[in-house]
């Protein structure tokens, strides 16, 4: 028998009627009366004695009445227990840069909560800058941010690694291209996102220094505006391997810049001088151990 069967008969046994029971716990009088026949059946023994007036218990039924309240009561404690704890779970505030969230899946959310449930974590995507103030000012205790950081004001543990690539219209020359120096890029219409990223100035400052000529067309908070200009020949985005590979456009092609060493890294930050909560080192450790054991090596390109 479960709660619910005892609720049932506790009911009956206090009101002296099925009729009256029923009502009480929203069942008819058959399902009411089948669940004190289950019970009876259960314990093979007899817990009412029927009447004209109603139902009057036999001394089983009031050892079990007695047992059935403390059950009950105890039941509904451990209830009260949990709930409570639910209520008490932690909520750990993390700011991080557009990108990360797509990059680590659904998978490492599920991983996490199912490893940790006493905690709650609100990741608070936007661009760098917004990610990086929202970290100084404590409104979030991790941050996620774009390389370089700034280790004059905050603490930094590299945390995942990506290649940035271009997404190109196939009717583009550069497509046929199986890598693109920078060269390639000198005066060609560019989009990549905003200058809010520190992705935008890494990738403006390396094409600077090998001394192209840039020309951007649009700045955007989404990568997949600038994958969408590339699809219809407006623009070359420059993206990141996870990004364009997840949301592949028809009519263009991927490739990878022909420096192997160009990188873009994301590090895990927090406020130089602040001392984590056990729950945000908690976060902290798994999320690199997650990312270890899931996303170890760099994206491999298809048929490299």
């Not at 001394?211 to 989404?222: C, F, K, L, Q």
Request: charged share 25%; net charge negative.
């Amino acid at each position: 028998m479960d709660t619910r069967d005892l609720k049932v008969f506790v009911a009956v046994y206090e009101t002296k009627s099925i009729t009256r029971a029923a009502k009480d716990q929203f069942l008819s009088p058959q399902g009411c009366s089948k669940i004190v026949q289950k019970i009876e059946a259960e314990l093979g023994t007899s817990l009412f004695a029927r009447n004209h007036f109603g139902v009057k218990p036999t001394p089983q039924g009031d050892a079990l009445y007695r047992r059935a309240q403390m059950v009950i009561r105890l039941l509904e404690g451990v209830k009260d227990e949990v709930e409570a704890a639910r209520a008490l779970k932690y909520t750990l505030t993390i700011a991080s840069t557009q990108g990360v969230s797509e990059y680590l899946s659904l998978a490492f959310i599920r991983d996490f909560a199912e490893s940790h449930p006493h905690i709650s974590p609100r990741i608070m995507e936007s661009p760098d800058a917004i990610a990086k103030q929202r970290t100084l000012e404590n409104v979030a205790e991790v941050g996620v941010l774009g390389g370089p950081v700034d280790l004059s004001v905050f603490h930094a543990v590299p945390f995942t690694s990506h290649r940035p690539c271009l997404v190109v219209n196939e009717a583009n020359p550069l497509a046929r291209k199986a890598a693109i120096d920078y060269a390639d890029l000198d005066c060609q219409p560019l989009a990549m996102v905003s200058r809010e990223f520190a992705s935008h100035h890494l990738v403006v400052n390396r094409l600077a220094n090998a001394g192209v000529h840039v020309d951007i067309v649009m700045e955007a908070t989404e990568l997949d505006l600038c994958h969408r200009l590339a699809e219809q020949g407006d623009a070359i985005a420059v993206s990141f391997d996870f990004a364009a590979w997840g949301g592949r456009r028809a009519h263009t092609v991927i490739r990878p810049f022909a420096d192997r060493s160009f990188v873009w890294e994301t590090f895990i930050v927090r406020k130089a001088g602040a001392d984590l909560s056990p729950q945000a080192q908690e976060f902290c450790d798994f999320a690199l151990a997650w990312v270890a054991d899931h996303r170890a090596d760099l994206f491999q390109w298809p048929g490299a």
